[in-house]
């Protein structure tokens, strides 16, 4: 099991830790910082540096309980050898922040318009998309949830992660808004999840900033149509 650092502080932007495994160019860690694809979130870019040689990490991914660092190229390396991880810092902040927006809108739809209107979505460096399923869902009504979510922000409040044993996480309406999500929660013995305080709550194994003034202004980047009762848009921050 590859012990996740980036759970005890998404701020850590480098850490030291020990090869366990080298497959071609997949290289795991005792432990890392480096965040995996998952959950809609893409994964954390950076530098591994071992035996003075820096090899670029282009991608991370996981499987069960341990994380892959794709590395560019065959690394020269091997179990037991010491190795000190930098991650792409910009990059990794950026999607804490659309991470954070992304709830944050999810929890101004929970609370005023419709219980499970999120459906999904998709976040990238530089933008997100949201799938809705909502009735009567128009350009009009996701600029007026923007605003709201907009001007939550703009209030202050503290992000924060917690772990809740399973009975706890089942006792609450609502933490996991999809159906293959609550089947996931039934099976687990303590439950990740994500407060925005005063405004949402949900399980979530994701990163996000410490607080939501450092989200930034959303703004509506795209609209589109995708059939009944389905709509998608786009978002960018400033």
Request: hydrophobic fraction near 35%; glycine fraction near 12%.
């Amino acid at each position: 099991m590859t012990v996740k650092l980036y759970w005890n502080d998404a701020y850590l932007k480098e850490f030291d830790s020990v090869v366990e495994k080298v497959e071609g160019n997949r290289v795991v860690l005792r432990e890392t910082v480096f965040y995996p694809t998952g959950g809609g979130v893409m994964n954390d870019t950076g530098m591994l540096t071992v035996n003075g040689v820096g090899c670029r990490v282009a991608d991370v991914s996981r499987e069960g309980d341990v994380i892959f660092h794709h590395l560019e190229g065959i690394p020269q390396m091997k179990a037991g050898d010491s190795a000190h991880g930098t991650i792409d810092w910009d990059r990794r902040y950026s999607l804490m922040r659309y991470h954070t927006a992304v709830h944050l809108m999810d929890g101004v739809v929970e609370r005023k318009y419709q219980a499970g209107g999120i459906t999904g979505g998709q976040i990238f460096p530089d933008r997100a998309r949201i799938d809705f399923a909502m009735t009567g869902l128009n350009r009009e009504m996701v600029q007026k949830i923007i605003d709201e979510a907009n001007a939550a922000g703009r209030e202050g409040h503290n992000v924060l992660a917690k772990n809740l044993t399973k009975e706890e996480a089942l006792a609450r309406p609502n933490l996991a808004r999809t159906e293959p999500g609550r089947e996931m929660m039934k099976g687990m013995d303590s439950v990740r999840v994500v407060e925005i305080e005063g405004i949402d709550m949900q399980m979530d194994g994701g990163l996000h900033v410490a607080n939501t003034k450092e989200i930034g202004k959303i703004t509506l980047n795209g609209f589109e149509n995708k059939g009944k009762n389905s709509k998608r848009i786009e978002i960018k921050l400033e």
